[in-house]
């Protein structure tokens, strides 16, 4: 037996495997889907100040999308509720907020960004606190004696919205409601060649901030960690001693009042309200919801981007394509990625 020389290495030693660039590069491809959808875009548009306004379209389209649908790529994940009625908060968060703004015409049709800020905060205020509300009765009354039954839930979550509905014509009537937006956000600006609506600017702005600050909570604060552990495992953060239920109310009423906020974005969006918009709405939200990974606040946020870019370029470059073209993305992610685009995996 030949002795091993002293300066070799043990014959034991570990292998290390570098895993190929593909594999490497693989979790972070989605990240890469909005940006190369916009090269492509370019490419595929002849005129660089159509391709800006439509860039800018799809991003605030997809910002107030992810308003609404990040609250429920939450509950979807943590509490495993499948809420067809979440589209009652969207229709509720539009008619307070709406309500709201008439009442203070004076200010929204004063020529000052300042009242205007503050008429839109206030409508946005009143929304997301009485959404809020709504969404705590919501879960209290309808939502909790169903856990655990997905069929069930989808029945009495729709026996909701249709209840909801019902009130909103009670309570509104039953007649469209046209809003106008504040003076200072009417119109557009111009920008290398290309018109850019000043209330457009102002939802990308504010779907940014909504992301951010829901990331940041999520990943910085002791609560975050308490429901990112919990969309993964309830039963471990139930046995280290926290109320799992508090947890699961806390993000149920913050879902609703999201989408009573991306209501409100929405109603300035269109400039008209209606009792079913919500239901309207509540399509492309499952499908940013399903494409973007249950749970996952980055995926919701890649998917409404990618589903409002996808929205308006298929519209501006073949009009009957923009009828399947949500579908169609879906199917494609989900062939690429079936679980999501960013997946959080849950314990069983």
């Known amino acids: 037996m030949s002795a091993q020389s002293p300066g070799a290495a043990p014959s034991h030693a570990p292998t290390i495997t570098r895993l190929p660039l593909s594999e490497r590069m693989k979790p972070w491809l989605p ?15 002849d005129s660089s100040s159509s ?17 609404i649908a990040s609250g429920m790529t939450l509950v979807f994940g943590l509490m495993d509720v499948i809420n067809f009625g979440h589209g009652a908060f969207i229709s509720f968060g539009a008619f307070v907020g709406t309500s709201v703004l008439l009442a203070l015409g004076t200010m929204t049709g004063a020529p000052s960004l ?27 009354f309808i939502v909790r004696p169903v856990y655990g039954s997905h069929l069930k839930q989808i029945l009495v979550t729709m026996g909701g919205l249709i209840v909801a509905e019902q009130l909103i014509y009670v309570i509104w009537g039953g007649h ?35 992301f951010l600050s829901l990331r940041a909570v999520l990943r910085r604060t002791k609560l975050g960690l308490i429901v990112r552990a919990g969309v993964e495992n309830p039963e471990m953060v139930q046995a280290l001693g926290y109320n799992i239920t508090r947890v699961f109310v806390g993000v149920f009423v913050t879902g609703s009042a999201l989408a009573g906020l991306g209501g409100v974005m929405w109603a300035l969006y269109q400039e008209v309200i209606t009792a079913h918009m919500g239901n309207e709405i509540m399509i492309l939200v499952f499908i940013v919801v399903i494409i973007g990974g ?8 890649i998917g409404a981007l990618t589903v409002g870019l996808v929205q308006n370029y298929a519209a501006f470059l073949e009009p009957k394509l923009a ?20 997946p959080v995996v849950k314990a069983k």
């Open 51 to 67: 391709w800006l306004t439509l860039t800018v379209s799809g991003l605030a389209m997809g910002m107030m999308i992810f308003v």
């Open 176 to 210: 469209e409601i046209v809003i106008a937006r504040p003076e200072t956000l009417k119109g557009a600006i111009t920008f290398a060649g290309a018109a850019l609506e000043k209330y457009r600017l102002v939802a990308v702005a504010v779907g940014l901030v909504v």
């Open 294 to 301: 249950l749970g996952s606040v980055e995926g919701c946020f």
């Open 31 to 45: 990240y890469l889907l909005v940006p190369v959808l916009m090269v492509l875009g370019y490419f595929a548009i």
């Open 114 to 140: 300042l009242l205007n800020l503050l008429a839109i905060t206030g409508a946005v205020m009143a929304a997301m606190v009485v959404t809020g509300g709504i969404g705590f009765a919501f879960e209290r």
């Open 323 to 342: 009828l399947i073209s949500n579908i169609a993305l879906m199917v494609a992610i989900l062939m690429w990625r079936p679980m999501g685009m960013v």
